[in-house]
């Protein structure tokens, strides 16, 4: 075994979590003394206890001279846990290899430092890459303080996301549309605009095979016409914010939030997407899933408010001037200002492929 098989194991455990950690990291470690596994873990959940300190506990003394890999740079100040760093130079390790380092203005090399100052050999950069991938979300969040959206759709081969009648059950398969629950568990909140809950009635909710975190789901609804009695309202398994605008009557929200909906009313008549977006992040909200229909893709297209974009391709032809696209709006005039993108994976998913793509 060697310092790639350790890493690779501690990446494993950090990716086991996602979606369950949020506002913090996903952090694997393991340790390792004589070519042995002595402990390993991966923080569970925000508030409890660290990925090393659940490996520390179960080396136990083992952990005297032994090599602990870990995903991320240890913390190094005091939050809801004490800083691992001085846990990890308490338990008599000899050598921590980090994956990448932390860009939390509270850690960022300062953990690495501390270890080092006690005499710790401190590696840093192995996989970083995968590491930096695994909490692309929290990184993001960090260091813009606005939430990671990830625009989801689902098209037929020639880009339509219905039929010329608008009808859109089912383009895709149902292997791709269970993959579409994994990323909303691993999101915190899923947003769609009203247009689609009057369409359709979805609930939004996460049903994974082996259960999983139900995002709160959000409506961005200007004027308000979200019907009471939809699932999206009646059915309790998150919770459910609207945002609207400006102009709609304090009176109006009365049975919303009676119901538990959280409104979000703007300052200006319409939604404007950046705004909602800081809104939303000032509430603890650190990555949307955007599930909305053409129009709303469209908003976020024109704002240029996205991290990532994936994409269900059928191998189905639907053709047809009228049938929609996966992105409305005016559109852009000119080539040279279309957004750029870089294809990062493709994957077959049942009889459908999703691509996953970012923006340059």
Known sequence: MNDQYYMKLALDLA????????????????????????GMGAHLKAGESHAEVHALQMAKENAIGATMYVTLEPCSHFGRTPPCSDLVIKSGIKRVV??????????????????????????????????????????????????????????????????????????????????????RHTHDAILVGVNTVLKDNPSLTTRQTGGGKSPV????????????????????????WIV????????????YKTKGVHILKMVTPSIEIKSMLKRIAEMGISSIFVEGGAEIHGSFLKERAFQQVITYIAPKLIGGRLAPTSFGGEGIAE??????????????????????AIPL
């Not at 692309?136 to 969040?141: D, P, R, S, T, V």
Request: aromatic letters at 4%.
């Open 15 to 38: 990716k086991s979590t996602l979606g369950q950690t949020t506002p913090n990291p996903v952090v694997g470690a393991v340790i390792v003394k004589n070519n042995q596994v002595v």
């Open 98 to 183: 980090v994956a990448t380092t932390d860009p939390n203005p509270k850690v960022a090399g300062m953990g690495i430092d501390r270890m080092r100052a006690a005499g710790l050999i401190v590696e840093v950069g192995l996989f970083k890459d995968e590491a930096d991938q695994l909490n692309q979300i929290f990184f993001h969040f960090i260091q813009t303080g606005l939430p990671f959206v990830t625009l989801k759709s689902a098209t037929s081969l020639d880009g339509k996301i219905a039929t010329r009648e608008g009808k859109s059950k089912w383009i895709t398969g149902k292997d791709a549309r269970d993959d579409v629950h994994y990323f």
């Open 217 to 240: 789901r959000i409506i961005l609804d200007t004027n308000l016409r979200t019907p009471l009695d939809s699932k999206i309202i009646e059915e309790l398994q998150a919770e459910t």
């Open 244 to 255: 609207t605008g400006s102009n709609v009557d304090e009176k109006r929200l009365v049975p």
């Open 335 to 356: 080539i040279d200002d279309a957004i750029q993108l870089e294809i990062k994976e493709i994957k077959v998913i049942g009889k459908d492929i999703r691509l996953t």
